[in-house]
């Protein structure tokens, strides 16, 4: 198999393009190095990829790039490519979302239709559920995005289910929830954390510590995004990938507190704007029909992403000190 990966170079990107590799298939890998983290953790990201003969990486940006070359030579469209994050996509910034999430996406579909027959899965987030009103939630609740990044994705889902309905693309939505473990974009809470424990530096906590997420490890988020660009049957559908538990904030950071060997230095800071109160993930549709099965539980995730946290610290020590 020939598979396109936008996104290769970010958190969840990356690991994709690595399981896919690893099972001999060919990849082509595009990403533009938005700015919403460094640059070099990015290029870090793709070390391992770009040690593979079957490997290719074009810096690209999907919005003004020619795709149609690209989608032409693959079998399947892996869209992980985004500007992500809650708390950001408000103010002057919404002008970067729309571009990166809607645009992008549109520019993306309209090089798929003109190939019939390949499957394009598109990575949205559980942002476009909002704050819902059952747990867990299944696909067909009505979204409710409370914050501009949410609206984005969803008008990105909304994008592809119209290019399906008008054109037949084969597109594949899945919604994920709360992804967490190894290379986990820094901007996000338990990379936060796990840097403040190593540091010994204070941390804030926006909110209570109370609130819930579905957090799911990046491997089965990979393995369930995998099974989406096969499976038979799947075409037009939409499915939540999430961990299976709800998980507070504050027993997060007590495991991590675990892992580190002392308290964290918690700062409490006020609710954001855009933020939720809980996540829980219907996972029924997925397990069914793409073989989800939350293989990692949370504790040896967390467990694992702080180790990769320590073992990156004191690479990045050496380099400096080189």
């Known amino acids: 198999m020939r598979a396109l990966v936008t996104g290769c170079a970010g958190f969840i990107g990356s690991h994709l393009t690595e399981s896919l590799l690893e099972d001999g298939c060919e990849v082509v890998g595009v990403d533009c190095f938005n700015r919403n983290y460094a640059r070099r953790e990015k290029l870090r990201n793709l070390e391992r990829a770009r040690s593979w003969e079957n490997f290719d990486f074009v810096p690209i940006d999907l919005a003004g790039g020619?795709?149609?070359?690209?989608?032409a030579e693959s079998d399947v469209i892996f869209h992980l490519a985004a500007e992500p994050g809650v708390r950001s996509s408000w103010g002057e910034r919404f002008e970067t979302y729309v571009r990166n999430n809607v645009l992008a996406t549109q520019h993306l579909l309209d090089a798929v239709r003109a190939f019939?027959?390949?499957?394009?899965?598109?990575?949205s987030s559980s942002s476009i559920y909002g704050q819902a009103e059952q747990f867990p939630t299944a696909e067909d609740v009505m979204p409710a995005p409370r914050s501009p990044y949410g609206v984005t994705k969803l008008t990105a889902e909304h994008l592809c289910a119209?290019?399906?309905a008008n054109f037949g693309v084969d597109a594949v939505t899945l919604r994920y929830f709360s992804v967490y473990g190894p290379r986990q974009r820094p901007d996000m809470a338990f990379s936060i954390f796990?840097?403040?424990?190593?540091?010994?530096s204070p941390v804030t906590v926006f909110g209570d510590g109370v609130q819930t997420r579905d957090f799911t490890y990046v491997t089965d988020v990979v393995a369930a995004t995998r099974r989406a660009g096969t499976a038979s049957g799947v075409g037009g559908k939409i499915y939540n990938v999430g961990g299976?538990?709800?998980i507070s904030l504050n027993e997060g950071i007590a495991i991590i507190e675990e892992c580190a060997g002392h308290r964290l230095e918690v700062q409490p800071g006020g609710t954001q704007h855009g933020d939720v109160r809980d996540t829980s993930a219907d996972t029924r549709r997925a397990r069914a029909d793409l073989g989800l099965t939350g293989t990692i539980?949370?504790?040896e995730g967390l467990q694992r992403q702080f180790a990769w946290h320590a073992g990156e610290g004191a690479r990045s020590?050496?380099?400096?000190s080189a």
């Open 66 to 71: 020619d795709l149609y070359e690209f989608v």
């Open 116 to 123: 019939p027959g390949k499957r394009l899965v598109y990575a």
């Open 162 to 164: 119209t290019y399906q």
């Open 194 to 200: 796990c840097a403040a424990a190593l540091d010994r």
């Open 244 to 246: 299976g538990t709800q």
């Open 297 to 299: 539980r949370f504790r």
């Open 317 to 320: 020590s050496a380099l400096g």
